[in-house]
């Protein structure tokens, strides 16, 4: 069955460094990632989307890559901010008509100034 | 720029009980999902429409889960004679026209809690 693996522990990291999260996934070809990020009490928010043919994509001081020879993607925050501690979730997705987007369990990041 | 809404944000209830939750997604989005999520966990899909149409359900929604959009806007949550299990945040995402599956617009959620 289709498996989607983030850290479950929670990473903590100096504000100014850069913080690298993974997601990994077996069973499972996607044809795009997606990076949502998820406050307490609150919905995920839509980060980034990356495509099977994109090996790398940025947005400000956010930057994912994707490896479909690993089945796995990073996602990489730089020069983080305590405004970047939230829980960061992965979700693959073969964008098929029968397919639903399925969710890691996300890597709780926690910058400390 | 209205997002998302979704209520209640709270709801506690009994076990036996019958609960309905209401989601309004962003106008002119054709696209509606139903997540739970608890807590440590990823949201888990539960159901998915088009339209007014409800094209997938997961297996793991009982007999007691009923979900609706009747006239292809809001749409309806119900669970019947809730159980301790059930005690979850219950997210409502929708999605405009275009590529399946991209870019899902999350609301709140409602924390359903059965005592």
């Known amino acids: 069955s289709q498996k989607i693996e983030q850290n479950s522990e929670a990473l903590n990291i100096q504000e100014g460094k850069t913080a690298t999260l993974t997601c990994n996934y077996t069973?499972?070809?996607?044809?795009?990632l997606q990076w949502y990020r998820q406050d307490p009490g609150r919905g995920p928010v839509f980060l980034l989307l990356?495509?099977?043919?994109?090996k790398e994509k940025r947005k400000e001081r956010l930057k994912v890559t994707f490896d479909t020879t690993l089945k796995q993607s990073l996602f990489h925050i730089t020069a983080s901010q305590p405004a970047d501690s939230a829980t960061y979730l992965c979700?693959?997705?073969?964008?098929?008509?029968?397919?639903?987007?399925?969710f890691g369990t996300g890597t709780r990041l926690q910058v400390f100034p | 720029d209205t997002g998302v809404s979704q209520n209640p944000r709270h709801k506690i209830t009994k076990r036996g009980q019958n609960v309905t939750f209401r989601c309004d997604p962003i106008?002119?989005?054709?696209?509606l999902y139903w997540y739970r999520q608890t807590l440590g966990q990823g949201p888990e899909f539960l159901t998915y429409?088009?339209?007014?149409?409800?094209?997938?359900k997961s297996r793991l929604l009982s007999d007691r889960f009923s979900a609706e959009r009747p006239k292809g806007s809001f749409s309806t949550l119900e669970i019947q004679r809730t159980e301790q299990g059930d005690s979850a945040m219950y997210l409502c995402?929708?999605?405009?026209?275009?590529?399946?599956?991209?870019?899902?617009?999350f609301g709140s959620g409602t924390q359903l809690s059965v005592l």
């Open positions: 995402a929708s999605s405009p026209p275009g590529h399946l599956n991209e870019k899902l617009f």
């Open positions: 069973n499972y070809s996607p044809a795009y």
């Open positions: 990356i495509r099977e043919n994109e």
């Open positions: 979700a693959p997705s073969r964008g098929r008509l029968t397919d639903k987007l399925i």
């Open positions: 106008s002119e989005h054709n696209r």
């Open positions: 429409f088009q339209n007014e149409a409800q094209l997938e």
